[in-house]
T-cell receptor, first 113, second 113 residues
Framework: DTGVSQDPRHKITKRGQNVTFRCDPISEHNRLYWYRQTLGQGPEFLTYFQNEAQLEKSRLLSDRFSAERPKGSFSTLEIQRTEQGDSAMYLC???????????FGQGTRLTVV | DQQVKQNSPSLSVQEGRISILNCDYTNSMFDYFLWYKKYPAEGPTFLISISSIKDKNEDGRFTVFLNKSAKHLSLHIVPSQPGDSAVYFCAASVGGSQGNLIFGKGTKLSVKP
């Protein structure tokens, strides 16, 4: 399978715990994006990388959120001290240069209890 | 404020008939528009796109129309099939090389046999 892969698919955590998600993009893609989707909303942009450089961050990405793409391949998104409002689907996408040609992964569903 | 609006949360259509999904936008800087289809528990899948220099793009049963003066686009599905039942998201971009797609809230299409 050469699509965008996200792990885990589902995560249930207690409020205050830290969680980390992983995204493996399509191998030749240099760009990787993180979006968040809450119930009844469309996906909202969080951040994106070109190779290992994080080029843009949304104001939605609070200080508790951090994303890395250390070798320009896979990426991780960490949420520290989770809150119930963090419950959402976290989507990763990748593309070669143009965001308008991005492919999305299946997402990680986070539930904070 | 929402820059991309899908004012119909849901749409029900009979199999074989036409489905018309609408999308309005407010940012005149948007120059590329996309439609994504999303099944439950999966990531969005790209369906069709249109550049602002065009007013129509067709791909099989799917046609997107763009009316720049009205800041409105629509997706036509003809003929509609039960497998088309999904949530459809309209998205827009300012320059395809930017990192940010702005999504609407989506319209849930139900195609009844």
């Amino acid at each position: 399978d050469t699509g965008v892969s996200q792990d885990p698919r589902h995560k249930i955590t207690k409020r205050g715990q830290n969680v980390t998600f992983r995204c493996d993009p399509i191998s030749e893609h240099n760009r990787l994006y993180w979006y968040r989707q809450t119930l009844g909303q469309g996906p909202e942009f969080l951040t994106y990388f070109q190779n290992e450089a994080q080029l843009e961050k949304s104001r939605l990405l609070s200080d508790r959120f951090s994303a890395e793409r250390p070798k320009g391949s896979f990426s991780t998104l960490e949420i520290q001290r989770t809150e119930q409002g963090d419950s959402a689907m976290y989507l990763c996408a990748s593309s070669f240069d143009r965001v308008t040609e991005a492919f999305f992964g299946q997402g990680t569903r986070l539930t904070v209890v | 404020d929402q820059q991309v609006k899908q004012n119909s949360p849901s749409l029900s259509v009979q199999e074989g008939r036409i489905s018309i999904l609408n999308c309005d936008y407010t940012n005149s800087m948007f120059d590329y528009f996309l439609w994504y289809k999303k099944y439950p528990a999966e990531g969005p899948t790209f369906l069709i796109s249109i550049s602002s220099i065009k007013d129509k793009n067709e791909d099989g049963r799917f046609t997107v129309f763009l009316n720049k003066s009205a800041k409105h686009l629509s997706l036509h599905i003809v003929p509609s099939q039960p497998g088309d039942s999904a949530v459809y998201f309209c998205a827009a971009s300012v320059g395809g090389s930017q990192g940010n797609l702005i999504f609407g809230k989506g319209t849930k299409l139900s195609v009844k046999p």
